[in-house]
């Protein structure tokens, strides 16, 4: 099975060319998949399988300019949808648990329906709606709170690699404690992801996050503890931040369809502990 990564060189892509042996790896330097005449690269290489990581994920940036995060999450995902279908490959789109406003107060499974509160996630929407209505076979894949050994590019690193940094050089730390959500490491996604496409289950969408949740507070103090470093923590509120795009104040999601098939991902602590000694 030929199996195509878009965004190769991001945080998940990384960690997906790093599970897939033989994967075909495609940076934006290969293709740029807001311009559909770019992405006949994939009739060339006709793979079985499209895996889509490519993202704008620049959350209170894209409030200001939001036309870029349509053209990658948007408009991206509907090029790569049509290619998809040209070339009767499965089409992988990857998603996020903002697409859901927090409201619930308990982990959203796959049936729930999506009610995006920021401009980030309304594009992720629209690019599962783009990738359900043309594509001819399909998985859209919500992930959250992505952690990993490449970092996050198109944010300048991940919260993990950030509070790491701030104990290197000793600075207190003052954490959001009102927005809880799946953390998730990279590398657990791209096994099971893996584990998914060789079962080749009913398309559609599945949840893919580490078990649990916990807030961005509790998770920084877990970092902090795991790594044996003793820096002020305070918690805060969404409101002291004052950041531009909304955040959802509930967003951990439920693999509901993945335990059905008999795949659960490790519970969040054991896996940053895993990350954290893998350093």
């Known amino acids: 099975m030929q199996i195509a990564i878009i965004g190769a060189n991001g945080q998940l892509g990384s960690a997906l060319v790093d599970t897939f042996e033989n994967a ?30 490519a993202a704008y994920v620049r959350v209170d940036d894209a409030e200001i300019y939001p036309e ?30 903002y697409v859901f406003d927090g409201k619930k107060g308990n982990p959203y499974t796959e049936v729930d329906l999506p ?67 799946s953390p998730t490491y990279t590398v657990d996604v791209a096994k099971t992801l893996k584990k998914l496409i ?20 509790e998770f920084a103090r877990e970092i902090l503890e795991t790594i044996n470093c003793n820096i002020p923590l305070e918690p805060i509120t969404s409101s002291d931040l004052n950041r531009l795009a909304q955040r959802p104040p509930f967003s951990a999601l439920q693999n509901a369809k993945l335990k059905k098939l008999g795949l659960q991902l490790p519970h969040w602590k054991v896996a940053l502990k895993r990350f954290l000694t893998s350093q």
């Open 68 to 97: 870029k995060a349509f053209a990658v999450n948007s408009i991206g995902a509907l090029n790569v949808a049509k290619i998809a279908s040209e070339i009767d490959a499965v089409n992988i789109y990857i998603s996020t648990d």
């Open 198 to 217: 060789e079962l080749e289950p009913e398309y559609g969408v599945y949840h893919m996050t580490n078990s649990g949740y916990c807030s961005w507070f």
């Open 115 to 181: 009610n995006p509160i920021n401009v980030y996630g309304l594009s992720k929407y629209a690019g599962e709606i783009f990738t359900q209505n043309y594509s001819k076979k399909y998985y859209i894949i919500r992930v959250a709170s992505l952690y990993g050994r490449g970092g996050a590019r198109g944010k300048g690193g991940n919260f993990v690699e950030w509070i790491i940094n701030k104990a290197k050089r000793k600075e207190p730390l003052k954490i959001v404690n009102d927005q809880i959500m």
């Open 24 to 53: 075909i790896p495609l940076t934006h330097e290969d293709m740029d998949i807001t311009k559909f005449d770019s992405l006949k690269i994939l009739k060339k290489i006709n793979p079985d399988v499209i895996i889509n990581t």
